[in-house]
C-alpha cells in the first residue's frame, strides 16, 4: 500500500468518525440555543402580560404573536420560578405533521391578586434541524473525499518528492562505482534527517570500499618482491651443494611459494576485474582462441588419458578483453582436467550464443551454489587454490555473461552464455526493475 | 652477453646478478634512475633489466630516455604491478619483454636468450647442442639430424633445458613456463614428469644421450656432462 494511501485511509476513518459526533454536538446546540431564546421570548411575553395586568387592563389571546392565557390563582411562587414544557402537538391532523410547542409558565402577584400567566410558541422541531444537518453533512463528506482522493497524489508528488528522489538515488547506488551520493536538498524535516543519515552511511561505505580495495591491491603488490626475492634465493641455494634431504626441504618451500605467489597473482587479477580494468573494446575471435586453447591442451589431456572432443563454431565473436579470454578458457579447461576421473571425457562446445565445457567428475561435495565463491573447494585437491572458479565468474560479471554450473549423471557442466547488449555491473541490478516500477507515482 | 639491471631491491638485484654471473653475463647494477642514466650514456649494454617502481621515478621513463640518447640496447621490464598498461605502455615504449614478479630465474635467462637471439637479426635461429638443434622459426628438433615428433609443448621444454642447462629447474618453474601464470595450478607435477618422460624416449629414440636427469626432491637438469 503506498504512502499516500495510508495517509488518506487515516484521514477519512478520522472524519467519519468526527462527522456523527460532530452532527450530535451541532444538533444540541442548535436545539438549545432554539429553546433558550423561544424560552426567553415567553418569560419577556410572561412579563409583558403581567405589566398590562398592572394597568389594570385585560390582555389579549395574543401577546406579541403568542398565545397567552392569564389564570387567577390562590398561591403564588417566587418571581424567578418558571415552569417551562414542551410537547409536540398535532396541530392540523391533515398536515400530518406534528409542530414542538414550548410553554412557559410564571406566577405573578398584581393588586394583591395571584396570577398565573401561561404563554406558549411553536419552535423547529428536532427533526427539522437534523435534516438540515442530514444534507449539510453528506454534501460536506462528498466534497471532503472527492477533494482528498483527487489531491493526495498530487500532494503525495509534491510532498514526498525528495523522499522519491532520495530512494532512485539509492537505488541507482553502485559501490563499485566509488561514487558518493548526492542527495537533493530539502526543507521536510524528516526528510532531510533521512538524506544526512543516507548520505553518512553510503560516504563511509564507498570510503571503506576504497581503503579495502586499495588495501588488497598495496598489500599484493607488496608481496611480490620479498615472493620474489625468496623464489630467487631458494633456486640460487638448489644449485648450491645441498643433499637429498635438503633438497627435499627446499622443494617443499618452493611449492609454497608458487602456491602463495599463485593466489597473490590471482586476488590482484580478481581486484583489477573488480575495479574494471580490463574493458573490452573490441570483439575477439573466440573460436580461434578456443581452438588455439584446445591445442596447448591437448597433451595435457592425453596424459592424463582423458578423451576430448570438441565443436566449435568458426565464428564466434565477442567482447570481452584477449588478455581474459586466455585466462578463462585456461581456467575452464584446466578445472576440467583437474576435476576429472581415469578415462574420462571432456566436451567443448562453442556456438553464437554460448560456451559450454562438459567434463566427467565425481559428484561435488560443497554446495554447488558456492562454486564460483573464492576458496571453495568442490574436490579436496590440493594442487588447486579453488580460485579459478572465482575468476571466470568475476570475468563473466565484467562483462555480462551468465555463468551457469550443473552436476547430472556424473556430468560437471559449465555453461557460459553471451548475452549482446548493456554492460554494467550495479549492485541491484536485478531488483531494480521491479523496484522501478513500484515508485512510480 | 653485459647486462644493466636496475633494481631498487638490494636482495633481488644480488639474486639476479649472482645467477646471471654463473650464466657468463657481466651483470651491472643500478639501483636508482639517475644511476643508471649515467651508466646507460657511459657504458654498453646489450640487455637492460628494468624495473619499473623506482625510488626516483617510474622505470618506464628509462624507456624513453633510452630512445632519446639513441640507446640501441634490448630492455626487459621486471614488474611487480603486473597491470596489463604498464605491460602494453612498456612494450609501445620500445621494452622487448615483460616479466612479473615473482618469476622464475630460469625463466629470466630463457627471455634474455630469447631476446639476445631476436636481436642477432642475421644470427641463424638453430639452437645447437651437440647432436640436438632446435629451429625455433620452425619449431623443428633434430638429434643427429632426426626429425623429432614433438609437440609444442615438448619443443618449448626442450629449448627451456638446453638454455639452462646444468642448471637445477623445478618443476615448478617448468610449471610455469609451459602453462603460465594464471592457470589455477595446473602445476600437477604429474604433467611435468610426463612431458620430461617423452622428450627423453623421443631423444633416446634417436640416438640421443639422455642429457636430462632427475635432481632428488628439486626437479630436472640438462646435465652437459652426460656422454
Not at chain 1, 173 to 191: D, G, M, S
Amino acid at each position: 500500500m503506498k504512502l499516500v494511501d495510508r495517509f488518506t485511509l487515516w484521514f477519512l476513518g478520522v472524519t467519519l468518525l468526527i462527522i456523527p459526533i460532530n452532527s450530535f454536538i451541532t444538533y444540541m446546540s442548535i436545539k438549545s440555543e432554539i429553546d433558550k431564546a423561544a424560552v426567553e421570548r415567553l418569560k419577556h411575553v410572561n412579563q409583558r402580560v403581567a405589566q398590562v395586568l398592572n394597568k389594570g387592563e385585560e390582555p389579549g389571546e395574543y401577546t406579541q404573536g403568542c398565545r397567552i392565557k392569564v389564570v387567577p390563582v390562590t398561591e403564588t411562587k417566587p418571581a424567578d420560578y418558571y415552569e417551562i414544557t414542551d410537547r409536540d402537538v398535532t396541530h392540523d391532523p391533515d398536515l400530518k405533521d406534528n409542530d414542538r410547542k414550548i410553554t412557559v409558565t410564571s406566577w405573578h402577584t398584581i393588586h394583591q391578586q395571584h396570577y398565573k400567566i401561561t404563554s406558549g410558541d411553536y419552535v423547529t422541531r428536532s427533526e427539522q434541524i437534523l435534516a438540515g444537518l442530514r444534507i449539510s453533512i453528506v454534501s460536506k463528506l462528498i466534497i471532503l473525499i472527492a477533494l482528498v482522493v483527487l489531491t493526495a497524489r498530487l500532494a503525495s508528488r509534491i510532498v514526498l518528492a525528495p523522499f522519491y528522489s532520495t530512494l532512485k538515488k539509492l537505488q541507482h547506488f553502485n559501490l563499485k562505482a566509488k561514487k558518493r551520493l548526492t542527495l537533493r536538498a530539502t526543507k521536510t524535516k524528516e526528510f532531510s534527517e533521512l538524506n544526512t543519515y543516507v548520505s553518512k552511511m553510503t560516504d563511509k561505505a564507498v570510503d571503506d570500499y576504497i581503503s579495502l580495495k586499495e588495501f588488497a591491491e598495496n598489500a599484493s603488490h607488496e608481496l611480490q618482491t620479498p615472493l620474489a626475492i625468496i623464489r630467487s634465493k631458494l633456486e640460487l641455494l638448489s644449485e648450491s651443494d645441498i643433499r637429498g634431504e635438503q633438497a627435499v626441504l627446499i622443494s617443499d618451500m618452493q611449492n609454497s611459494v608458487d602456491k602463495l605467489t599463485h593466489i597473490n597473482r590471482s586476488l590482484v587479477l580478481l581486484s583489477r576485474l573488480e575495479n574494471n580494468e580490463y574493458e573490452a573494446l573490441e570483439e575477439v575471435s573466440l573460436s580461434k582462441y578456443t581452438k588455439d586453447a584446445m591445442g596447448s591442451f591437448a597433451d595435457l589431456i592425453t596424459l592424463k588419458g582423458l578423451h576430448l572432443e570438441y565443436k566449435i563454431a568458426g565464428d564466434v565473436d565477442v567482447k570481452l578483453h584477449s588478455a581474459l579470454v586466455d585466462i578463462l578458457l585456461n581456467n575452464l579447461i584446466s578445472n576440467a582436467i583437474r576435476h576429472n576421473i581415469p578415462n574420462g571425457r571432456i566436451e567443448v562446445t562453442l556456438d553464437r550464443d554460448c560456451l559450454r565445457i562438459t567434463n566427467t567428475g565425481l559428484p561435488p561435495t560443497g554446495n554447488p551454489e558456492e562454486m564460483f565463491q573464492r576458496f571453495k573447494k568442490g574436490t579436496q585437491c590440493n594442487h588447486s587454490a579453488g580460485i579459478g572458479l572465482s575468476i571466470v565468474k568475476q570475468i563473466c560479471d565484467a562483462n555480462s555473461f551468465k555463468i551457469r554450473y550443473q552436476f547430472a549423471s556424473g556430468l560437471h557442466m559449465v555453461t557460459i552464455a553471451f548475452t549482446a547488449g548493456h554492460n554494467s555491473s550495479k549492485l541491484l541490478q536485478n531488483d531494480e526493475r521491479s523496484l522501478h516500477e513500484k515508485i512510480q507515482l | 652477453m653485459k647486462v644493466l639491471l636496475i633494481e631498487d631491491n638490494v636482495e633481488l638485484a644480488s639474486s639476479i646478478s649472482e645467477f646471471l654471473a654463473r650464466e657468463g653475463y657481466i651483470c651491472e647494477v643500478s639501483y636508482n634512475i639517475r644511476d643508471a642514466q649515467d651508466r646507460l650514456v657511459s657504458f654498453q649494454y646489450d640487455c637492460v633489466l628494468l624495473d619499473i617502481m623506482l625510488p626516483d621515478g617510474n622505470g618506464l621513463d628509462i624507456l624513453s630516455f633510452m630512445r632519446m640518447e639513441r640507446i640501441q640496447s634490448s630492455t626487459l621490464i621486471l614488474s611487480a604491478k603486473n597491470s596489463l598498461d604498464d605491460k602494453v605502455i612498456g612494450l609501445e615504449e620500445g621494452a622487448d619483454d615483460y616479466l612479473t614478479k615473482p618469476f622464475h630465474l630460469p625463466e629470466l635467462h630463457a627471455r634474455l636468450r630469447a631476446i639476445y637471439r631476436r636481436k642477432k637479426l642475421n644470427g641463424s635461429n638453430i639452437i645447437a647442442f651437440n647432436e640436438i638443434s632446435l629451429d625455433i622459426d620452425t619449431l623443428e628438433a633434430r638429434v643427429n639430424g632426426i626429425l623429432l615428433d614433438m609437440t609444442r609443448k615438448e619443443f618449448d621444454l626442450l629449448l627451456y633445458f638446453i638454455v639452462n642447462k646444468n642448471r637445477v629447474l623445478s618443476r615448478q618453474s617448468i610449471a610455469a613456463h609451459l602453462w603460465g601464470d594464471y592457470t589455477d595450478n595446473l602445476a600437477n607435477f604429474d604433467f611435468v614428469y610426463q612431458h620430461v618422460k617423452n622428450i627423453r624416449k623421443k631423444i633416446s629414440a634417436a640416438n640421443g644421450t639422455d642429457y636430462i636427469g632427475t635432481v632428488y626432491g628439486l626437479g630436472y637438469k640438462f646435465n652437459t656432462s652426460k656422454q
